[in-house]
Nanobody, 126 residues
């Protein structure tokens, strides 16, 4: 059973930056699509960014393109989300997730991942 543990959330002012980390309990290279999702109060969970661990192929929600960067460190079994130019609307619980497969699928983007972390809270003040 793959375990995922997020960290790096916090409270910052608009325009600031945060880097989220997600440590996996095993080597994910070439086995999983990894992603970051978020859920704001009163809203449904949405995909933020995904990366296929083998090829490094990335995909971003339009709302974060150019501001957020997803990356991985295979040696550390760690997934990152660098968030710059943060906005109040980025406030949410951020979740790391992993889905089995040879590439990232659309159903995984819609939340069909196999493993989820417990989340880390990001709060952006105006």
């Amino acid at each position: 059973q793959l375990q995922l543990v997020e960290s790096g959330g916090g409270s910052v002012q608009a325009g600031g930056s945060l880097r989220l980390s997600c440590v996996a309990s095993e080597d994910t290279y070439g086995k999983y699509c990894m992603g970051w999702f978020r859920q704001a109060p009163g809203k449904e969970r949405e995909g933020v960014a995904t990366i296929y661990t083998g090829a490094g192929t990335t995909y971003y929600a339009d709302s974060v393109k150019g501001r957020f960067t997803i990356s991985q460190d295979g040696a550390k079994n760690t997934l990152y989300l660098q968030m710059n130019s943060l906005k109040p609307e980025d406030t949410a619980m951020y979740y790391c997730a992993a889905g089995r497969g040879l590439y990232c699928r659309s159903d995984q983007w819609l939340g069909g991942m196999d493993y989820w972390g417990k989340g880390t809270l990001v709060t952006i003040s105006s």
